[in-house]
C-alpha cells in the first residue's frame, strides 16, 4: 500500500508527459499536499495504509451521468423523474435530472446542438468597443449595437470576453479571467441611461446621474473611475427601483450574493479576513440584487437577430476571496491553485492564482455548483466557449507554498461534465466551443468531439510537422479566429510586435536575434502556405482571413481589431502591472482611439465584412 496507489484512487498524478514528451516525476511532497486539499491525509505511512482501507464511496454512488437511450448502471427498480413522474428505471427516461432514491440520475444528450451550415461574427473585448454614449467602457448597449449591425450584414456570432462578476469594492479586479463569481455577471457593463429606473425618474433625478459621467482616461479603460460614477448613479436611482420586479427575480442563490457583496462594501472584499457570524443590511443586499436585475434585462435580447447569437466566455476559475468561493463552500479546493507546468514559454511553470474544483465534491453534490454556474452563462446566451476547456478533464494544481513547476494533474471526471454541458446547452438551444490549444491529450480531443463541443481553430496554430496546414485540411466542428486575446493582433503577428513586446519584458528564452529571426520565418512559411492557395494579395490582413473563409469551420469570427489594424493585443500573458493588460480601448494602427460608430462605418471593418459574407 504506497502514495501511489492512494494518489491514483483520488486521480491524483504522481507522474506525468511534459510539452516534449519527457515523463516527469512529480515529487512526493506535492502529491501529499493535493491529497490535503482533497482532505485525504497521506503525512505518513500509517496515515496512508489507513486511507486506503477505507471505501472511496461507500453505499450507493451519488449520482450517474448517462447517455440518452443507455441503460442506467443502479440496481433501483423506481426512478422520480425531473418532472415529478415516478416511473421504472429504464433506458427510455427523458433528458434531465431524477431521482433514484439517493442517487441522482442525470440524462444527457448524445451530442450538444451544433450549427447547421458555416457562420460568421466578430469577436471583441467588450470593455474596449465604447461608444460615444458609453461611460468610458463598451457596455451592454453598445453589445446591443455591434450585435443588431452584424445581423444585419448577415452575421450569426459575436464572441464577448467573460463579464462574469467582479467584487464591487474598489480597486476593481481587471482581469476578466479571475471573477468574483461565475453564477453572476457584471453590473459594471450597465448602460445607465437605458434602465427602467431611469426613466421614470425625475428630471432633476436623471440630471445628477447625467452629470456623474466620468472623466477618464481616455487611451486606457479605467474600470474604478467607471465603476464609482455608475455606482453613484445606481444609487440615486435606487429609492424608485421597481419593488415587484426585484421579488419576482429574487432566488436563494441570488441573496446569498447580495450578501456577500453587501458584506464585502463593509468588510473588504476578501472573505477569508472577515469576523465570524455577520448580518449584512437587508436594505444594501437588495441593492445589490437589484443591479442583478438590471443586468439580466440588458442581457436579455442582446443578441436579437442573429442566427446563433452571444457567445459568453467562461472564465476557467475564480478568485478565492471572492464570491463563488464564499458561495460554494467546500466544492472549490482552497489552499491549492490551478496553474500550468513548466513549457518553452514559461519555464518556471504558471500559477493562475485561482482554486480549482473539487471533483469529488462536485460528484457527491450531483454536479450541482456545476450544473448552475453553466446554467447561469447561458441565460439570454446563444452560446459558451469555455476557457481552456482541458480543465473538464484535468488541471494543474499548485499546492500553496511550492511553486508553480512543483504541483500535479488532477483529474475529472470528463464525460459527466461534458454531459452536462451538452444538456444545459440542448436546453437552450445553445452552441459550446471549447478553447482547446496547445497539448492536449487525443482522448480529449475525441471526447471534445464525440460530445458536440467546437474546438478552436487558431491561424497561428494550425501548422503540423512545422508547416502551415492548407485551410481545406481543418476540422470542420470548430470556430476559427486569427488569433486570441493572449496573442498578438493580426498587424502585431505581420509586423513582429509579439517578439518585440515580450523582449521589452524580458520574456524570451533566446537572444531577440533569434526570436525575430524565427518569427519571420514562421511569417514567410505561412505567406507561402497562403499564396499556393491562391489567398495571397496586397492586403495581407484581408489574405490572412481569407485562410479562415476558406476552411470548413462551422463558425469563422474575425476581430474588430485585425479589421483596424490595431498593433496591440489586449493581454500580455506573464505580466500584471508590467502591460496594460484588459486595459487598452478599441485603436487603429496609428493609435488613434476609435469609437463603436466610427469602426462599423470604417472601411477596415466594411471590407472584411464583405469578405466574411463569402462563409457559406
Known amino acids: 500500500m504506497t502514495l501511489h496507489e492512494l494518489a491514483a484512487r483520488h486521480g491524483v498524478a504522481t507522474s506525468y508527459l511534459d510539452y516534449a514528451g519527457a515523463r516527469v516525476e512529480v515529487p512526493d511532497e506535492a502529491v501529499v499536499a493535493v491529497l490535503a486539499a482533497l482532505e485525504v491525509d497521506a503525512s505518513t505511512d500509517a496515515a496512508i495504509a489507513s486511507a486506503l482501507r477505507h471505501p472511496a464511496e461507500p453505499g450507493p454512488p451519488p449520482v450517474v451521468v448517462v447517455r440518452q437511450g443507455e441503460q442506467v448502471p443502479l440496481d433501483a427498480s423506481e426512478v422520480v423523474t425531473e418532472g415529478g413522474v415516478r416511473r421504472q428505471l429504464g433506458p427510455d427516461l427523458p433528458l434531465g435530472y431524477h431521482q433514484a432514491g439517493p442517487t441522482t440520475v442525470i440524462v ?25 454614449q458609453s461611460w468610458g467602457i463598451g457596455d451592454y448597449a453598445d453589445l446591443r449595437t455591434l450585435c443588431a449591425a452584424t445581423a444585419a450584414a448577415g452575421g450569426a456570432a459575436v464572441l464577448i470576453n467573460p463579464v462574469h462578476a467582479e467584487t464591487p469594492v474598489l480597486p476593481l479586479t481587471v482581469s476578466p479571467y479571475s471573477p468574483s463569481s461565475r453564477l453572476f455577471r457584471s453590473p459594471l457593463y450597465l448602460r445607465i441611461e437605458d434602465t427602467p429606473e431611469y426613466a421614470a425618474a425625475s428630471e432633476q433625478v436623471r440630471a445628477e446621474v ?51 457583496c453587501a458584506l464585502a462594501e463593509v468588510q473588504g472584499p476578501d472573505w477569508r479576513e472577515w469576523p465570524a457570524e455577520l448580518a449584512p443590511d437587508p436594505e444594501r443586499v437588495a441593492f445589490w440584487c437589484w443591479l442583478q436585475l438590471l443586468v439580466d434585462e440588458q442581457l436579455a435580447d442582446a443578441g ?80 459558451i466557449r469555455i476557457d481552456h476547456v482541458m480543465g473538464l478533464s484535468r488541471l494543474w494544481w499548485v499546492p500553496e507554498g511550492l511553486g508553480a513547476a512543483y504541483g500535479t494533474y488532477v483529474s475529472y471526471d470528463r464525460e459527466a461534465l461534458l ?71 493580426a498587424a502585431g503577428w505581420l509586423t513582429g510586435q509579439g517578439v518585440e513586446l515580450r523582449a521589452s519584458r524580458d520574456q524570451l528564452n533566446r537572444p531577440v536575434e533569434e526570436e525575430r529571426a524565427a518569427a519571420a520565418a514562421e511569417r514567410q512559411m505561412l505567406l507561402a502556405m497562403l499564396q499556393h492557395e491562391g489567398l495571397l494579395d496586397d492586403d495581407l490582413v484581408l489574405s490572412l482571413h481569407r485562410a479562415l473563409v476558406a476552411s470548413p469551420c462551422r463558425i469563422v469570427l474575425a476581430s474588430l481589431a485585425d479589421a483596424l489594424g490595431d498593433l496591440r493585443q489586449p493581454n500580455l500573458p506573464g505580466t500584471v502591472d508590467e502591460y496594460p493588460n484588459w486595459r487598452l480601448p478599441l485603436a487603429d494602427g496609428s493609435g488613434r482611439l476609435v469609437t463603436l460608430e466610427e469602426a462599423l462605418g470604417s472601411e477596415g471593418v466594411r471590407r472584411l465584412t464583405d469578405l466574411l459574407r463569402q462563409v457559406r
Open 108 to 132: 444527457v444528450p448524445r451530442r450538444a446542438p451544433v450549427p447547421d451550415g458555416r457562420h460568421w461574427g466578430w469577436q471583441v473585448q467588450l470593455y474596449a468597443t465604447r461608444s460615444t
Open 210 to 260: 447625467d452629470a456623474l459621467r466620468p472623466l477618464v482616461d481616455p487611451a486606457r479603460i479605467d474600470r474604478d473611475a467607471v465603476w464609482a460614477a455608475k455606482q453613484a448613479a445606481l444609487e440615486l436611482l435606487w429609492p424608485g427601483h421597481r419593488v415587484g420586479a426585484l421579488a419576482a427575480f429574487l432566488s436563494p442563490e441570488l441573496e446569498r450574493f447580495g450578501q456577500f
Open 304 to 383: 436579437q437577430g442573429l442566427d446563433i447569437g452571444v457567445l459568453h466566455d467562461l472564465a476557467v476559475g475564480v478568485d478565492g476571496a471572492g464570491a463563488d468561493a464564499w458561495l460554494l463552500g467546500d466544492a472549490l479546493a482552497l489552499g491549492v491553485t490551478i496553474g500550468a507546468p513548466p513549457d518553452l514559454l514559461a519555464t518556471k511553470g504558471q500559477d493562475w492564482g485561482l482554486p480549482p474544483w473539487r471533483p469529488d465534491k462536485l460528484r457527491s453534490q450531483a454536479y450541482q455548483p456545476f450544473r448552475q454556474m453553466v446554467r447561469a452563462v447561458l441565460r439570454h446566451a446563444g452560446g
Open 419 to 489: 454531459g452536462i454541458l451538452a444538456l444545459e446547452a440542448e436546453r437552450v438551444g445553445a452552441v459550446v466551443v471549447g478553447e482547446d490549444l496547445g497539448t492536449v491529450e487525443p482522448e480529449v480531443r475525441e471526447s471534445l468531439d464525440r460530445n458536440g463541443v467546437l474546438g478552436s481553430a487558431v491561424l497561428w496554430f494550425e501548422s503540423q510537422d512545422g508547416w502551415f496546414l492548407p485551410p481545406s485540411e481543418w476540422r470542420r466542428d470548430a470556430l476559427a479566429t486569427l488569433t486570441t486575446h493572449d496573442l498578438p493582433t
